[in-house]
């Protein structure tokens, strides 16, 4: 009664916060709560009374748990209390009709998951059928519903909602011993309403607050990846740099619909600016990835890669014999073949190359050499048969006019 009492200048958050306390640590608080909160809201043509009751309500749904949301999101409380609250013959002030239809929208998108929390659901549903509007979502209305530690005096419910995250701010300096900071809004169940979010001040700051936490989050996986090395990284590590890239990437989920949604501008910039900021860093991360995964193949065929760079005498492409040689056709041409310009090797080397697979790290290499090397076979003459024997009619000649 004390918290919402009509006159009251304005809502009692330290009260409110007690309420929940209360809820939360005893047996039968929820139920006790229910029924105050009943009395105060069934026919009571006070709406001064019946707003701050709502809003006791609602900060309740926000820090209390499961034991209260079942009391609170079944038919009987909705459709019995609070749509009863706004219906025609009571003629409630455009503000209050406002306030309830708010709160079973962001109850029915919170709760359309629990099987045991969709009395409320329903009644959303029903009331769009017959054709009811409800207020556009404000920030408060994606903030996430859950259960926060146990409240201290003087703390404003959204404040308190958002404490723990506060508390688990990384520090950027080092990542060795960070692990990624959770962002609230992620959590949230994604709403189904359309339209502009018109956001206040204070829920400028809040979003701003959370978005210094993404950027946190970015920069430490930013750093993380320029001193990683593919193949080489520390097993922590790795598993903190991919549990950075899963939280980063259900921040960028939130940010890119509240993108579509809020209004103001420099929020809008400052969204857009943080989302290119991801995108980038999930480019560096997918490539840091692919060398990873690129190195392990590369360790397990290290001797294949090292035929198709080693051309040198101890190369086993060098060494090994070619199939199938044709025999020399003069005495001459086994003594050029003598000189071991490894024709049979170079042969060897270039069939090995054009059959490389074409996704190899080396195939820009691969494919210049086998091009200088083809270019270069054209001009030797020493395989033309009929090269040899010119050559060999030329020494007989020679022999001849010197005898």
Sequence with gaps: EKATDGSLQSEDWTLNMEICDIINETEEGPKDAIRALKKRL??????REVMLALTVLETCVKNCGHRFHVLVANRDFIDGVLVKIISPKNNPPTIVQDKVLALIQAWADAFRSSPDLTGVVHIYEELKRKGIEFPMADLDALSPIHTPQRSVPEVDPAANMHNSQSQQRMSTSSYSSSSPTAFSAPQAPALNVTGPITANSEQIARLRSELDIVRGNTKVMSEMLTEMVPG???????????????????????????????????????????????????????????????????????????????????????????????????????????????????????SSLQHSNPRDDFDMFAQTRGSSLAEQRKNVTYEDPQAVKGLASALDVRKQNTG
């Design 232 to 350: 080489q990284e520390d097993s922590s590590d790795l598993e903190l740099l991919q549990e950075l890239n899963r939280t980063c990437r259900a921040m960028q989920q939130r940010i890119v619909e509240l993108i579509s949604r809020v209004s103001n501008e420099e929020v809008t910039e400052e969204l857009l600016h943080v989302n290119d900021d991801l995108n980038n860093v999930f480019l560096r991360y997918e490539r840091f990835e692919r060398y990873r995964s690129g190195r392990s193949t590369q360790n397990a065929s290290n001797g294949v890669k090292d035929n198709l760079i080693d051309l040198g005498p101890g190369s086993p492409a060098v060494v090994s014999p070619m199939v199938g040689n044709s025999a020399p056709t003069s005495s001459l041409s086994s003594q050029l073949a003598g000189l071991d310009l490894g024709t049979n090797s170079v042969s060897g080397t270039l």
């Design 42 to 47: 069934n026919g009571n043509k006070n709406y």
